[in-house]
């Protein structure tokens, strides 16, 4: 990301380069990495840089709950939707000595399909398409208990789980099992997960293609082609006046322009009169107005805690198809660890580094299976992407 830099900042940046390049001189490596580890960046580039993995991982944590609401039983953009999508994006932390950020995992999302697909919760979700407002208060209880009893199968499910990564990574045994997990182990592991989920995003493409395709091509556009190109932006900088300054925007935030051009498109279609007006027609939800009930029926703050939704409870079949979930993101997350500590400019993790690693993150798995947010943690992948390029 190439900016121009006040004078204190110039100066720092500057030695850190020279610094860098000493260290090139004498490891016979070539180093690209601005600021290390151990080094703190101006604030002003730390909130920033900050916010910039905050919106990186936005995509994620958004539409993890939007992917989970059918299996669970929830009304899409519902009143209870937004708690729920609350509670998932508490479900999030930074952790480690790498600059590594946690969240919501789409590893667990094949396992709670095949969960809610017993014979015990097959042929019972039925939903129940008027307004919240519209219902009466035992149909508003029967609505909730619905999706609540699937939730609370899903907690203990990711619960029992995780302490199984608890135990496997304090222990040790995920170190000694280091040698089998090779490049091609965790590549695979990776494309499984996204293959995983090419039915839910059919499922909800399906109800508009043309809006689908069309944010596809604006994230592919700003991604692939006008991601070489920097955007100048007016800046002033104190003793330098007003200058322009060149930031590889399309590059940082190609998915976020891509969903914001197509929001905007539909809004136009929208007000135009383009998109169908009744709810039962699939294109409805191609409307920018057709949650807006979201808004107007949800509260301004809710703070999720633990066990809001039940007692968990637990089957075998659940607990054993949850693990599915946990080994992969535990495979994911240590090609994280490795891929974090290169671009970085650190050395690679030490295994008792992995061991604890992974056992922190057997741990908020379980306080997330605590609190419900229907998704274990994992490294988010995309973030550990983007200090590659802005490091």
């Known amino acids: 990301m190439a900016t121009e830099l006040n004078c204190d900042n110039q100066e720092f940046t500057t030695n850190n380069h020279q610094r860098n390049h000493n260290t090139q001189n004498q490891d016979g490596k070539k180093s690209v990495v601005i600021y290390k580890l151990e080094e703190a960046p101006p604030i002003l580039y730390t909130i920033g840089l900050g916010l910039q993995h905050y919106l990186i991982m936005l995509g994620s ?23 729920y999508f609350f509670t998932n994006c508490a479900n999030n932390s930074t ?56 939730m609370r199968e899903i907690q203990g499910a990711i619960i029992i789980s995780s302490i199984f990564q608890v135990v496997i990574g304090f222990s040790g045994l995920i170190g000694l099992c280091l040698r089998f997990i090779g490049p091609i182990t965790i590549a695979s592991t990776i494309a499984l997960i996204g293959l995983s989920l090419v039915s839910a995003a059919t499922f909800y493409s399906s109800s508009h293609w043309g809006m689908a395709l069309l944010t596809m091509f604006f994230i592919i556009l700003f991604s692939q082609l006008l991601e070489r190109y920097p955007t100048p932006v007016p800046t002033y900088h104190r003793g330098q006046g007003c200058r322009t300054s060149k930031i590889h925007f399309f590059r940082l935030y190609p998915v976020l322009f891509g969903i914001v051009m197509a929001w905007v498109i539909s809004a136009i279609i929208t007000a135009a009169g383009g998109f169908p007006s009744n709810p039962a027609s699939p294109a409805y939800f191609a409307r920018t107005d057709a949650r ?94 983007a200090i590659g390029i802005t490091r």
């Open 292 to 385: 807006i009930s979201v808004l107007q029926n949800s509260p301004w703050f809710r703070f999720p805690y633990p066990f809001q939704w039940g007692i968990p409870t637990v089957s075998i079949g659940g607990v054993f198809g949850m693990l599915a979930g946990v080994l992969a993101s535990m495979i994911e997350s240590i090609g994280d660890y490795y891929a974090c500590a290169r671009l970085a400019g650190a050395k690679p993790p030490p295994r008792h580094a992995i061991n604890r690693g992974i056992g922190m993150e057997g741990i908020g798995c379980v306080l997330a299976g605590m609190i419900g947010s229907g998704s274990g943690t994992t490294s988010y992948s995309q973030n550990v992407g």
């Open 95 to 150: 952790l480690y000595w790498l600059p590594i950020v946690q969240g919501g995992s789409f590893a667990f999302i094949a396992p709670t399909i095949a969960i809610m697909s017993l014979d015990k919760w097959k042929n019972t979700c039925h939903i129940n398409p008027l307004p919240w407002g519209n219902l009466t208060t035992a149909q508003q209880m029967n609505q909730t208990e619905m999706w609540q009893s699937r």
């Open 61 to 83: 944590t958004i539409s993890l709950p939007i992917v989970l609401t059918a299996p669970i039983c929830i009304a899409l953009f519902n009143h209870v939707w937004q708690y």
